[in-house]
């Protein structure tokens, strides 16, 4: 069995998938913060005695801390179910399930846009983070989902914009180079915290 879930956005979202992939159990909760609390009693919810014996985790771009508990608790589940474990795209998981070509758009830190076009499922452009002006010129796809979508539309004047979360249940339909990434935060913008040289 395969165990999914991001924790990126408002949405603590989890799902399990048979050996043949069908998902056989899921939950989509819109929590906004609180992932910590709510993930592990969600899984456990879901797992229901049984052992995964592979983990996906969404690993980014999006909230700095949702992002770190889901890694973390994917790592520690791993451990105790000597289970496989693997990264999968948050901004991806985002769009998969939409039109043909589409456009993720996440809200990110300090008004910016966390940002990244698909075609057939596949990147079609870069993970950038930019204010929703300049993601206006960097995004031109018709379609534009996520929290950061109305945003992006409004300045680039032209679109259609969906409010849209990410749904664990949608993982294995991303394509493979999307769910194998490595088990570590993609953030997309550097920290705002500074090493602070000695005077």
Request: glycine residues 12%; proline residues 6%; charged residues 20%.
């Amino acid at each position: 069995m395969i165990l999914a879930f991001d924790t990126s956005t408002a949405a603590c979202t989890a799902a399990l998938f048979d050996g043949t992939g069908q998902c056989i159990a899921r939950r989509d909760e819109i929590i906004g913060r609180g992932h910590a609390e709510r993930l592990v009693p969600m899984i456990a919810e879901l797992v229901d005695g049984r052992k995964p014996g592979k983990i996906l985790v969404g690993v980014g771009p999006g909230s700095f801390t949702g992002i770190r508990v889901a890694i973390a608790a994917a790592h520690g589940m791993a451990i105790g179910w000597n289970a496989q474990i693997a990264g999968m795209s948050s901004l991806a998981l985002l769009a998969v399930g939409h039109d043909r070509t589409v456009a993720g758009a996440m809200v990110g830190g300090h008004g910016e846009l966390f940002v990244q076009q698909f075609e057939d499922g596949q990147a079609a452009g870069d993970l950038l983070n930019l204010p929703p002006a300049e993601a206006a010129k960097a995004i031109d796809f018709w379609l534009v989902v996520g929290s950061g979508a109305s945003q992006l539309v409004a300045a680039r004047g032209a679109g259609e914009a969906r409010d849209a979360l990410p749904s664990a249940a949608n993982a294995l339909s991303l394509p493979e180079r999307l769910r194998s990434l490595p088990p570590k935060p993609v953030y997309a913008r550097a920290p705002d915290a500074r090493v602070r040289e000695a005077a």
